[in-house]
Nanobody
């Protein structure tokens, strides 16, 4: 059974940093691409980043480009997103997701409906 577990979310001041983790079981990340989504209060879930674990390419939404960095530790079977220069608009629940048929590339913005497997989410609150 494939399972994703996020962690690392907390309350942080504007300008601060956090590192979120997505630990996978039931799959090996060197064979599966992972995406991160954010859902702000009262809003739809939106894609923020993904990593292609086959060729190492990384993609980011414009809203986080230059501030967030996605990476994989294959030994830990975990994907991380390092979030710097956090803004209040980064507040939300962060989810990682994967699917057998998902490939992280530049063909388009990933949609939540593409994914079958989701973690439970981790809350990030950016506030002074």
């Amino acid at each position: 059974q494939v399972q994703l577990v996020e962690s690392g979310g907390e309350l942080v001041q504007p300008g601060g940093s956090l590192r979120l983790s997505c630990a996978a079981s039931g799959i090996t990340l060197d064979s599966n691409d992972i995406a991160w989504f954010r859902q702000a209060p009262g809003k739809e879930r939106v894609w923020i980043s993904c990593i292609s674990n086959s060729d190492g390419r990384k993609f980011y939404a414009d809203s986080v480009k230059g501030r967030f960095t996605i990476s994989t530790d294959n030994a830990k079977n975990t994907v991380f997103v390092q979030m710097n220069s956090l803004k209040p608009e980064d507040t939300g629940v962060y989810y990682c997701a994967t699917d057998t048929y998902f490939y992280c590339d530049d063909s388009g913005v990933p949609e939540p409906g593409w994914f079958v497997t989701w973690g439970q989410g981790t809350q990030v609150t950016v506030s002074s």
